[in-house]
Each structure stands twice: as structure tokens, then as C-alpha cells.
């Protein structure tokens, strides 16, 4: 029996054998559709600000924003694109393609061109008469060690040379002379007078001046002098002291033939008081022949050092890595025969030139095999065939 009073909703079962309680259930009050009403809105509201915010792009942080809106990252791999980037370029290989015509028509790109030789010789025959004025610090601004410029210049001192026997054996001067003299002074018919005032300077400031004064009196003795060797000259003119800076003065001049020479004086005289200059001298200069000499006097004194009284009071690591270091570049499992003696400039060199070497011996071992099993088999088919030989 369904009973509706005061609001209210009453339910009562009946059966045959016993009553079922009422049961209560309350009607909806107006405040409680109130709510379902504010409720069902707000997920209207929900929904519509949903599909609103769908239609904008979301973002996520302010550094993905930054990321995708903002001034893009200049990657130096791309394309130049700015105009002072262009521009900088440009000038760079204009400057570039004129350094590189210049070096061009002054040296040439075959030494052995007859015809370029021909008008070198005829070019150095103009050069004469002309005067080259060789700047170089005073001796006492040499043992102040030169570390003020403005006291330096104000000490040097000037000597004056032949411009052709330098230019002759030096290709830095001989480049300086061929863009620095004008063509009237090179003109044979022009008065000497004139050639005798037109003059050269070459700073070598940054050398011992006893050094400087050796070499000028080297070339000019081996341009006048025919009948003495270079070597005699040398050993003449050359103090002990000063031989090592003559070098780097023939080095940085490009006098190639008085650098090997110097080198070759330097082999002879390596000891165990200069090696390791000496060593470091030649690396710097790219002297192969010096620094390999010179390394491996220093190697042969290694293989004392151990019978040395101090050598017991090195930790075992650095004895360890001087050994290691020993072995390695002394090593002959890269090379036999005229390759035994190998010498590395680095690890990374001696790992190099060692897996070359490992590669070139499977590579030899593979052709070795492979012409075995050929052998083999020439051997075989014919017997194979039953085809013998009497």
C-alpha cells in the first residue's frame, strides 16, 4: 500500500503469513532540487569552459613558450644570414685569395719550373746594391731579458747588410724584397746612389743579438766563399751557445739549408745535460731527424736509471708509468727491420700506428691462407681426377 502524507511516502507490504514494516522514502524538498539544479549547471559550465579552453593553444611552461615563440637559436652549421656575418666572410677570403695569389707569384707552385728559376736569378741580380737593415736589441736590453717593448726600442741597435745574399738564401727575405722594393730601384740603369739609400728593415729584436750578428756573418761568408764548406763555416763563426738560437733565426727566416745543417752539428753533440732541450727544441720546430736522436739518447738513459740511487725513492706509480712510457715507445711489435726503431710524438700516436700495424697483419694472414687453401686445391683436383704423375 503506497500512503503519501505530509510530504511524506510510506510503503507497506502485506502477505499471507505476517506484515512487512512501512519503509520511509523522502520526497524531494525544494532546496535539495536547488542543488541538483546548481549542480547539473556547473558541470554545463565545466563542459563549456573545456571545449572553450580546447580551442587555444595550451601552454605548459614559460620555457616551452620561450622555446617556441621566441628569437631562435643561431646554429653555425646553417646558412650565414646575417649581413655582418657576410660581410666578415667576404673579406676573410678576399684576404685569403690574395694571400694566396701573392705566396703564388713569389714562389711559385713548381720548384723545379726552368723558367721560374730563370727570372728568380735575374730578379736577385737587381737586388744588388740594395741594402738590408737588420734591427736587433742591444746587449743590454738582451740581459734585461726584453720584457719592456718601449725600453727594447729604444735600445735597439741597426745593422746593415747586402739585400741579395739574404734574399738568395732566405725565402722570408726574399718575399719581404720582391714586395717591398720599388721597380725603379731594381732597374740595373738606375744610379747607385739612389740604390744605396733604398733599404729593407727586419726586425729580429726578439733574438739574442750575439745570435743575430752570427747568422748575418754566416750568410754573407757563405755567399762571398766558394771554396769552403758550410760546415767549416759554421764551426768558424757559430759559438756553442749561440748555435741552438741560430737555428731558430735560420727557422724562422726559412733558410732550410743552414737549418739542416745546424740540425745535423746538434745530433753529434747530444748528451744527457742537453737531450731533453734539445728534444723539446726539435718538436718545436717539426725536426724529425734531431728529435729522434735526441729522444732516443733520452730513452738510453732511461734504461740506467733504474741502477740510479734515487730511483728507489720514486712511488711505484711513477716508476710504473716511466717504465710503461719506456716500453712503449721503444716498442717492436709495431715494426722489424728498419722499422724497429718507432718513435711517438703521443699515446694516441703509438695506439694509432699499433692498430694500423695489427690491422696490415691479419690482412697479410688472410692472403696467406687464402692462397693455401687455392695451392690445396690445385693440388687435389688432379688427383681427384686420378690423374697421376710419373
Not at 542543488?35 to 569552459?49: F, K, M, R, W
Request: proline residues 3%; hydrophobic residues 35%.
Amino acid at each position: 500500500h503506497c500512503v503519501f502524507q505530509n510530504s511524506r511516502l510510506f510503503l507497506s507490504f502485506s502477505t499471507s503469513h505476517k506484515e512487512v514494516p512501512s519503509l520511509y522514502i523522502p520526497s524531494p524538498t525544494p532546496t535539495s532540487l536547488m542543488s541538483n539544479e546548481i549542480n547539473h549547471n556547473n558541470n554545463n559550465d565545466e563542459e563549456e569552459e573545456e571545449e572553450n579552453a580546447n580551442n587555444f593553444l595550451a601552454i605548459e611552461s614559460e620555457e616551452d613558450y620561450i622555446r617556441s615563440r621566441g628569437i631562435l637559436h643561431h646554429d653555425p652549421n646553417e646558412e650565414e644570414t646575417r649581413i655582418d656575418d657576410v660581410e666578415a666572410a667576404e673579406r676573410q677570403a678576399q684576404v685569403d685569395a690574395y694571400q694566396h695569389a701573392l705566396h703564388t707569384s713569389i714562389f711559385g707552385l713548381d720548384e723545379n719550373d726552368d723558367e721560374r728559376r730563370k727570372k728568380k736569378v735575374e730578379l736577385l741580380d737587381k737586388l744588388d746594391g740594395l741594402i738590408l737593415t737588420v734591427l736587433l736589441a742591444s746587449s743590454a736590453a738582451a740581459a734585461d731579458g726584453g720584457d719592456d717593448d718601449d725600453a727594447v726600442k729604444q735600445q735597439q741597435q741597426q745593422q746593415s747588410v747586402p739585400l741579395a745574399p739574404f734574399a738568395k738564401s732566405c725565402d722570408t727575405v726574399y718575399g719581404l724584397a720582391i714586395n717591398t722594393v720599388n721597380p725603379h730601384f731594381t732597374n740595373k740603369n738606375t744610379a747607385t746612389e739612389e740604390k744605396e739609400e733604398s733599404c729593407i728593415q727586419l726586425d729580429l729584436t726578439q733574438f739574442h743579438p750575439s745570435a743575430v750578428m752570427e747568422f748575418l756573418s754566416i750568410i754573407t761568408t757563405t755567399y762571398t766563399t766558394t771554396n769552403t764548406t758550410l760546415s767549416t763555416i759554421i764551426e768558424k763563426v757559430v759559438s756553442d751557445e749561440q748555435i741552438v738560437e741560430c737555428c731558430r733565426i735560420a727557422h724562422f727566416l726559412q733558410c732550410n739549408y743552414l737549418v739542416q745543417e745546424l740540425a745535423t752539428i746538434m745530433e753529434s753533440s747530444i748528451d744527457s745535460t742537453n737531450c731533453l732541450s734539445i728534444c723539446h727544441f726539435a718538436d718545436q720546430l717539426n725536426l724529425h731527424s734531431l728529435f729522434e736522436k735526441s729522444l732516443s739518447h733520452m730513452l738510453s738513459t732511461m734504461e740506467n736509471m733504474q741502477n740510479h740511487d734515487l730511483w728507489v725513492d720514486f712511488p711505484k706509480e711513477l716508476q710504473s708509468r716511466i717504465l710503461t712510457m719506456r716500453n712503449a715507445i721503444q716498442s717492436s711489435i709495431i715494426g722489424k727491420g728498419q722499422r724497429a726503431k718507432v718513435f711517438f710524438s703521443s699515446s694516441d700516436e703509438f695506439l694509432a700506428i699499433f692498430s694500423d700495424n695489427i690491422r696490415e697483419q691479419r690482412e697479410r694472414l688472410r692472403e696467406a691462407k687464402r692462397r693455401q687453401e687455392e695451392v690445396i686445391q690445385e693440388r687435389v683436383a688432379p688427383e681427384s681426377r686420378g690423374v697421376f704423375r710419373r
